[in-house]
T-cell receptor, first 112, second 113 residues
Framework: NAGVTQTPKFQVLKTGQSMTLQCAQD?????MYWYRQDPGMGLRLIYY???????DKGEVPNGYNVSRLNKREFSLRLESAAPSQTSVYFC???????????FGPGTRLTVT | AQSVSQHNHHVILSEAASLELGCNYS??????LFWYVQYPGQHLQLLLK??????LVKGIKGFEAEFIKSKFSFNLRKPSVQWSDTAEYFC???????????FGGGTRLMVKP
């Protein structure tokens, strides 16, 4: 099992450009999550999907959209990137109702 | 809403020293508690977890944590740290009102050889 995979690993964007971060899990988990990690701020939840077909905002959703394509895949889209979105983005998945999450390797995004 | 506080932001220890990292949470209901570790340049990995039962839980690499319900605490301990324990450590709480895991701000541990 690959666990949680993310693509790309690194990305540099110019302000105003758009991009989609991809995430997939092969553990048959119901719930999936997108976080951003910034120095000194820990992990902040952007969006999550409790189950296939549902998505909800987390703590910092502004400037992002998500799609739960199917049970395996959960993508994060930046429509018009801003320098404030420079961060490391982690995707995670979880069996529903227990809280334990499994994380992907992360995407390091720089917006210039 | 639930919240998690990690009071030590940076800790520097010498090898063989003992470690205790504090974690306090605020949530009135039943909680599941976690410690995650992030080694430099890597993703978060589960170190240990508490769901119920014995409040002293043991995790990987000699780490343990004690859940003290009356103090809303879940402190992480290790009797003797190694250089390879250099990492950032995150405490996290899952309360069953809402399908979300709340993380503390993290503690960056540096172990000097």
């Amino acid at each position: 099992n690959a666990g949680v995979t993310q693509t790309p690993k690194f990305q540099v964007l110019k302000t105003g450009q758009s991009m989609t971060l991809q995430c997939a899990q092969d553990m048959n988990h119901n719930s999936m999550y997108w976080y951003r990690q910034d120095p000194g701020m820990g992990l902040r939840l952007i969006y999550y999907s409790a189950s296939e077909g549902t998505t909800d905002k987390g703590e910092v959703p502004n400037g992002y959209n998500v799609s739960r394509l199917n049970k395996r895949e959960f993508s994060l889209r930046l429509e018009s990137a801003a320098p404030s979105q420079t961060s490391v983005y982690f995707c995670a998945s979880s069996p529903q109702g227990v809280g334990e999450q499994y994380f992907g390797p992360g995407t390091r995004l720089t917006v210039t | 809403a639930q919240s998690v506080s990690q009071h030590n932001h940076h800790v520097i220890l010498s090898e063989a020293a003992s470690l205790e990292l504090g974690c306090n949470y605020s949530y009135g209901g039943t909680v599941n508690l976690f410690w995650y570790v992030q080694y430099p340049g890597q993703h978060l990995q589960l170190l240990l977890k508490y769901f119920s039962g014995d409040p002293l839980v043991k995790g990987i690499k000699g780490f343990e944590a004690e859940f003290i319900k009356s103090k809303f605490s879940f402190n992480l301990r290790k009797p003797s740290v190694q250089w390879s324990d250099t990492a950032e450590y995150f405490c996290a709480v899952y309360g069953n009102a809402g399908n979300m895991l709340t993380f503390g701000g993290g503690t960056r541990l540096m172990v000097k050889p």
